[in-house]
């Protein structure tokens, strides 16, 4: 059991370059979170899925596309990377059972640098 | 708005000594609170999280967080710090709209000397 996982963990782009993060979890889970975490700031959502075809915006939601054609697998995509782009990137899954106060499970990141 | 803030930004201590990191929480009703852990160069880890009842939370490491809703606070605690307790902690609200969407803190640094 994997858990959340995510491809790469790190990779360096230049200023217009895209690239896609692939997230995938294999405990089934109906939702699904991408966010960003850069220093002094947490972590904030740039957008989620609460099922396989669905997506939504989440807090800092420019500059990025996100595709959940799978139910076990959420893609964030960036068209043309910006050194603003540069940050951590986790990936998040949670349970549907109930729809507030389930755990989410975190991958381990991918780190993006932007030059 | 929600919002969720952890005051203090690096914090320092001595191996066996107590821990308390400060959490203060925004919300309108009776919120969602957890706390999770950052070890250097993973992902997040759940230590605990408060829905209801008893204020008082047990959590995974020996950590535990106490619920005051008049101080609209959730601090974690613990008595005796290891040195494998150096990490990044952060506090997070559940948001409004569901989907089990968190809103997180800035996070807490701590420190851990010999």
């Known amino acids: 059991n994997a858990g959340v996982t995510q491809t790469p963990k790190f990779r360096v782009l230049k200023t217009g370059q895209s690239m896609t993060l692939l997230c995938a979890q294999d405990m089934n889970h109906e939702y699904m979170y991408w966010y960003r975490q850069d220093p002094g700031m947490g972590l904030r959502l740039i957008h989620y899925s609460v099922g396989e075809g669905t997506t939504a915006k989440g807090e800092v939601p420019d500059g990025y596309n996100v595709s959940r054609l799978k139910k076990q697998n959420f893609l964030l995509g960036l068209e043309s990377a910006a050194p603003s782009q540069t940050s951590v990137y986790f990936c998040a899954s949670s349970p549907s059972y109930t729809s507030f106060g389930n755990e989410q499970f975190f991958g381990p990141g991918t780190r993006l640098t932007v030059l | 708005a929600q919002s969720v803030t952890q005051p203090d930004i690096h914090i320092t201590v001595s191996e066996g000594a107590s821990l308390e990191l400060r959490c203060n929480y925004s919300y309108g009703a009776t919120p969602y609170l957890f706390w999770y852990v950052q070890s250097p160069g993973q992902g997040l880890q759940l230590l605990l999280k408060y829905f209801s009842g008893d204020t008082l939370v047990q959590g995974i490491k020996g950590f535990e967080a106490e619920f005051k809703r008049s101080q609209s606070s959730f601090n974690l605690r613990k008595p005796s710090v290891h040195w494998s307790d150096a990490a990044e902690y952060f506090c997070?609200?559940?948001?409004?709209?569901?989907?089990?969407?968190?809103?997180f803190g800035a996070g807490t640094r701590l420190a851990v000397h010999p």
């Open positions: 997070a609200v559940g948001a409004p709209g569901g989907y089990n969407k968190l809103i």
